[in-house]
């Protein structure tokens, strides 16, 4: 196989997705109160939700403030270690992270939808 030119692939890259959003572990949600904060932050613009082997993730859709026009980084040499541990020969470019999820909430409706099949009482 062709080894990958990764320099080519990143400048290349459309909309340079790995730089556009952020995401944060949080609690694994158990109770009903859980949920309904997790509602409350899914409410907000350009975020969502996901389970990834067996963790709960706050993704936020939020270009970084260091990404340049031409997609370049504008701290490269001190950029954090999250952008240093990211692999690029395999990423969101070849696929969707979220279909990978185990569990993946795009909107405040999906995840009220999940809650109402996960808690019989929900909304009592
Ligand atoms: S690592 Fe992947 S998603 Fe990020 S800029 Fe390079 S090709 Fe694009
Ligand atoms: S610091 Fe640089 S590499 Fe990291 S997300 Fe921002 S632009 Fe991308």
């Known amino acids: 196989m062709e080894p990958i ?7 290349t890259c459309p909309g340079d997705l790995c730089c556009t959003y952020f995401t944060q572990e949080i ?3 158990r109770s009903k109160l859980d949920f309904n904060n997790l509602l409350w ?8 939700l996901f389970k990834d082997e067996g963790r709960w993730y706050l993704l936020v859709e939020n270009r970084c403030t260091h990404l340049r026009a031409d997609g370049g980084c504008g701290i490269y040499d001190s ?3 999250a ?6 020969d395999y990423c969101e470019r070849d696929a ?9 909430f795009p909107d405040y409706d999906s ?9 019989r009482t929900w909304g009592r």
């Open 27 to 29: 609690d694994t949600p």
């Open 79 to 81: 950029r954090p270690q």
């Open 111 to 119: 995840l009220l939808a999940y809650c109402k099949q996960r808690f």
């Open 5 to 11: 030119d990764l320099q080519e692939k990143c400048a």
């Open 83 to 88: 952008c240093r541990d990211y692999q690029a």
């Open 41 to 48: 932050a899914i409410a907000h613009e350009r975020t969502k």
């Open 96 to 104: 969707r992270a979220e279909d990978g999820f185990e569990l993946f």
